[in-house]
């Protein structure tokens, strides 16, 4: 854990150094101990607005046993109250993985003959 401690340390130095008028955010950069928590909120932090690599990590967490998706609401995955609770519908069992694309499905016998994910 000591390397991951390094590298956490390291981005959150830089980011303390990222503010609008270039002074050093007053919140201290460096943690003295890190844990799988701190890797996953420093993750999210970092991380939140890139395209596939949030959902990528909390798949991967979920799977390791670190979260558990099947437990979150429509807010932890960032819907707001305006938006209708007919809306959320996300069920693990079904929504954990994509579905196989038609085309693979069509291209490929071996594919076909095992089917869709179930749920799609």
Known sequence: MAK???????????ARRSTL??????TPANLSTVTMQSIIDERMRELLGEEGIRWDD?????KAGFINLGTWTKTDF??????????W???????????IPISEM?????????GQITGY
């Open 4 to 14: 991951a401690l390094e590298q956490v340390n390291e981005i959150r130095q830089r």
């Open 78 to 87: 960032g819907m707001g109250p305006q938006y209708d609770d007919s809306l």
């Open 58 to 62: 909390l798949r991967r967490w979920h």
């Open 89 to 99: 519908g996300f069920d693990v069992g079904i929504h954990l993985l994509m579905p």
């Open 21 to 26: 008028n270039s002074v050093p955010a007053v």
């Open 106 to 114: 069509d291209s490929n016998p071996e594919m076909l003959k095992s």
